[in-house]
């Protein structure tokens, strides 16, 4: 008889062990879960390809400041990468040939005026926001070389780089 209790206590104890290694295991699950659905839910952000601009024209208003840009540029007031790369543009920029469209409001958007109209004409506010609305932009700064017919021939995020390409082509 003494062992009979002595193994019904043991296959309890067995039992009792198993109970919280399962509790423990679904605790464990739900946390998973729970990071695994936080992770499905996340954005996420694609890097940005401009390359889909390549054989459009700009829309006809866009061009009223200069008739036939050659480099364009994108810009908007809350983008730190904008403030960046806008020296750099206007470095790129000949006058009567280039054009900048600047998004935004605020301090910012002048500071970008600025900094690019030096040597460019610039479009700004509600006009700059329909034609980005028009190319379907959603990354900025973004840089367009264009041939004399006005077609876009060259699309990239970084000016330099648009600079490079012109002049191995």
């Known amino acids: 008889m003494p062992f009979l209790i002595a193994a019904i206590v043991l296959v309890g104890a067995l039992c009792l062990f198993d109970l919280v290694l399962t509790f423990a295991v679904l605790r464990r699950l739900r946390e998973h879960s729970a990071e695994l659905e936080r992770l499905l839910n996340e954005p996420r952000t ?24 050659r480099l364009v540029g994108f810009f908007d007031a809350d983008c ?17 040939t280039a054009l900048a469209f600047v998004t935004g409001a605020g301090r910012q958007v002048q500071n970008l005026v600025d900094v690019v109209g030096e040597a460019s004409a610039v479009v700004v506010a509600e006009e700059a926001a329909a034609v980005v609305a028009d190319l379907g932009i959603r990354a900025f700064p973004l840089f367009l070389r264009l041939d ?8 990239d995020l970084d000016v330099e780089r648009l600079a490079e390409t012109a002049s191995t082509v």
């Open 80 to 96: 730190g990468t904008c403030h960046e790369h806008a020296p750099k543009f206007a470095a790129e920029a000949r006058p009567g």
């Open 46 to 69: 694609l890097p940005y390809d401009p390359s889909f601009l390549i054989g459009r024209t700009l829309p006809g208003a866009a061009t009223r400041a200069v008739p036939s840009p």
């Open 148 to 155: 004399a017919e006005g077609r876009i021939v060259r699309a």
